[in-house]
């Protein structure tokens, strides 16, 4: 992982690194044996193996959804990493339409089933992915993963820096994935949720996601380089920008922008 400091951004190429469904799945079940299950609603990110083919994809992420299915409140198909080689290509409608169709095969408990798609998808695409919202029953969309994208600079340092591999995310990514959402909320009427992620720093910044469309906001970054503390931060300056706006609901502002 890399930090341009300068620019609040990070790059980082890590990965998938895990010891695997089964393996997570005997942690969280200890967890919950043991009462140590949190309060608030747990997600797991699905993603391809990276030793998995693509044309075995489907099967991959349905038998990790049959590990974990019962240990989760919602599930986010991640098909948008840039660090698993290929794995940005199971984004085309076709292939994704076969992972959806796989994973929901077993879900008869009908958990949340969401996909995370990346900034870097044209509008035409990230459309396409909106048709199978309906038939494949899919409960939201996290917008957006990591760019590959890079920022212009004349600094040498952050030069040295964007030259190296990997998803950048951070500061530099927050207009697009906020136009990414916009995108999505209006392409959708605002039925479908959306959970707004990317360069969220600060109160207005969340606003600016939520105003656009988000339902949810997801925060990274910010805590590489603030800590844990800043959710603390942005939840109540959000609560400042609502005595503001003279709102007591902060679903008045969704979409408020669009």
Known sequence: MFRAIADEAVINRMGFNNAGAAALAQKLSGWKK???????????????????????????????????RDLADFFVINVSSPNTPNLRQLQDKAALDEIFAAVQQLNS????????????????????????????????IVATNTTVARPPTSDA???????????????????????????????????????GVGGIFTADDAW??????ASLVQIYTAMVYEGPGVARKIVRGLVQRMKQAGVSDLKEIIGSAV
Do not use: C, M
Request: charged share 25%; aromatic share 6%; hydrophobic share 40%.
């Open 157 to 195: 340092a952050l030069q040295t820096i964007y030259a190296e591999t990997g998803g950048l995310s951070g500061r530099p990514l927050r207009a697009r994935s906020t136009e990414v959402v916009r995108h999505l909320f209006k392409q959708t009427n605002g039925r479908l949720p959306i959970i």
């Open 109 to 140: 408990v009908q958990k949340p089933i969401l996909v995370k798609v990346a900034p870097d998808l044209s509008f035409t695409a990230l459309d396409e992915i909106l048709e199978l919202a309906a038939p494949r029953h899919l409960a939201g």
């Open 34 to 68: 043991s009462g140590r299950w949190p309060r608030h609603p747990v997600g797991i990110n699905l993603g391809k193996s990276k030793i998995t083919p693509l044309e075995d994809a489907a099967e991959d992420y349905a038998d990790s959804f049959r590990a974990l």
């Open 208 to 213: 600016e996601k939520i105003a656009a469309g």
